[in-house]
C-alpha cells in the first residue's frame, strides 16, 4: 500500500489576499505620519507665529515661551509613541494631562481682555491631545477636549465675560474642535478598513489553503484506490475467470484481507473525532462477517496519529484479523506519548506481519492456540 504524509498547513504559502493587507497597513501608517505633520506644523507655525506676534502683550513672554517648549516636547514624546505603535497605550493620558495644564496656565497668564485673541494654547494642547489620544476611545479625545474648553472657559469667566468674548470662545470651540475630531474619525475608520482587509485576507488565505489541503488528501486517497486496485483487481478477475477457487481457504483468506483494507480506505475519507479506532471498526466488520467474534476497547485520551502510521498499526490487525478462527480482541491505549494496539486472536498459522515501519514497533507472543501481538508507536 502507498504511504501518505499527513499535510500540514503552510504559513509560508503566499496568498493573494496578502496585498490588501499590506496596502491598508500603509495606508494607516501614511495617516499616522500625515497627523504628526498636522500636529507639528500647527504647533510650529501657529502657535509660534501667534505667541511671537503677540509677545508684547504678554505680562512675561519667557512664561509663554516656557509653555511652548512643554508643549514641543508633549507632542514629541506623542509623535515618537504614534510611530512606534504605541498609541493605544493608556499612559498617554500622562501626556495629555501635562498638556492640558500647559494649556490652561498659559491661557490664565495671557492679558484678561485679549484672551480669545493671545491664547494661542488652545488649540495646541487640543492637537496633541489629538496626537497622544488617537487610538484609544473617542469617547477619551472627546472628553479631553472637553475639559479644555472648561479650563479655557474658566479663565474667561474670571476675567470677566462680555458678548464679545463669548462669541469668540464660541467660533474657535466650533473650529478647532471640529477639526480635531474629524481628524480621530477619520483615523477610526481608517483602522476599521484596515481591520476589515485583514479579516477578509486571512479568510481568503484559510479558504485557499483549505483547498489546497483537500487536493492533496483528495490525491493521495486516489493514489491509495490506485495501490489498492493492484491487488484486488488480479484477485476479482481470477474469481471472475473461475481460475481463483472461492473454496480454496488461502483465496479466501486473501478476499478477507482486500475487503478489509478497502473498508480501511472507505474509513479514512470519513471524518471521525478518533480515525484510528474507527478505521479498527472498519476492518474488524470483515471479520465478523465471517463469524469472528471481534471486541474493541479503548484506555485513555488517545492521541492523534499520522495517517501512515494508522495504516501501518490497522495493516497489523487485518493481518490479525484475517488468521483469527473464532474469537479476537483489540485494546488500544494511550501509552506514554504514543499509543499501543494490542491484539489476541486464535489462530492455526501466525500470521505475515510486516517489519515496523513509520516507527511502529511490533512484538509478538503464542500462547497454544492463541497469539498475542502488539504495535506500539511513540510519537516523540
Known amino acids: 500500500m502507498a504511504r501518505v504524509t499527513a499535510v500540514r498547513p503552510s504559513a509560508a504559502q503566499p496568498s493573494a489576499a496578502q496585498p490588501s493587507v499590506v496596502l491598508s497597513t500603509r495606508y494607516g501608517r501614511a495617516f499616522d505620519i500625515a497627523v504628526v505633520i498636522v500636529v507639528v506644523g500647527w504647533h510650529v507655525a501657529g502657535a509660534g507665529g501667534l505667541l511671537l506676534s503677540d509677545r508684547a502683550s504678554y505680562g512675561s513672554d519667557a512664561f509663554q515661551v516656557a509653555a511652548w517648549m512643554l508643549l514641543a516636547l508633549v507632542i514629541a514624546a506623542g509623535s515618537v509613541r504614534l510611530l512606534t505603535g504605541l498609541p493605544g497605550r493608556p499612559e498617554g493620558w500622562a501626556l495629555a494631562g501635562v498638556a492640558l495644564v500647559t494649556a490652561t496656565a498659559a491661557a490664565a497668564a495671557c492679558p484678561a481682555a485679549e484672551l480669545v485673541k ?4 488652545w488649540g495646541a494642547a487640543g492637537w496633541a491631545g489629538v496626537l497622544v489620544l488617537l487610538r484609544r476611545p473617542m469617547a477619551e479625545l472627546a472628553g479631553f477636549l472637553s475639559l479644555e474648553a472648561l479650563a479655557t472657559f474658566g479663565v474667561l469667566a474670571r476675567d470677566g ?3 464679545q468674548g463669548l462669541a469668540g470662545f464660541i467660533t474657535v470651540l466650533a473650529g478647532s474642535a471640529g477639526i480635531q475630531l474629524a481628524v480621530a474619525v477619520a483615523a477610526r475608520a481608517l483602522n476599521s478598513t484596515a ?3 485583514a479579516d477578509a485576507a486571512h479568510g481568503e488565505a484559510a479558504a485557499r ?6 487536493g492533496r488528501l483528495r490525491a493521495s486517497r486516489y493514489a491509495r484506490w490506485l495501490a489498492l486496485q493492484e491487488t484486488a483487481e488480479p484477485l476479482l478477475s481470477g474469481l471472475a475467470a ?8 488461502a483465496v ?5 484481507v482486500e475487503a478489509a483494507r478497502l473498508r480501511r480506505l472507505l474509513a479514512e475519507s470519513d471524518e471521525s473525532p478518533g480515525p484510528l479506532v474507527h478505521e479498527l471498526h472498519a476492518t474488524a466488520d470483515v471479520a ?21 502510521v494508522r495504516r501501518v498499526l490497522t495493516d497489523t490487525a487485518i493481518a490479525v484479523l484475517t488468521a ?11 501509552v506514554d506519548d504514543g499509543i499501543a494496539v494490542s491484539l489476541v486472536a486464535d489462530t492455526q498459522q501466525p500470521p505475515l506481519l510486516a517489519a515496523g515501519r513509520g516507527g511502529v514497533v511490533i512484538e509478538q507472543q503464542r500462547d497454544r492456540d492463541d497469539l498475542w501481538v502488539e504495535a506500539r508507536w511513540n510519537g516523540r
Request: aromatic share 2%; glycine share 10%; with cysteine.
Open 288 to 308: 465478523e462477517r465471517r463469524g469472528v467474534a471481534v471486541d474493541i476497547e479503548t484506555a485513555g485520551a488517545l492521541p492523534g496519529v499520522p495517517p501512515d
Open 209 to 214: 489553503e483549505h483547498a489546497v489541503v483537500a
Open 242 to 249: 473461475g481460475s481463483a477457487d472461492p473454496g480454496d481457504a
Open 252 to 256: 479466501r483468506g486473501i478476499c478477507a
Open 324 to 334: 483469527a478462527r473464532s474469537h479476537a480482541r483489540i485494546t488500544v491505549a494511550a
Open 195 to 197: 481591520r476589515q482587509a
Open 161 to 163: 465675560l462680555n458678548r
Open 118 to 121: 493671545t491664547d494661542w494654547a
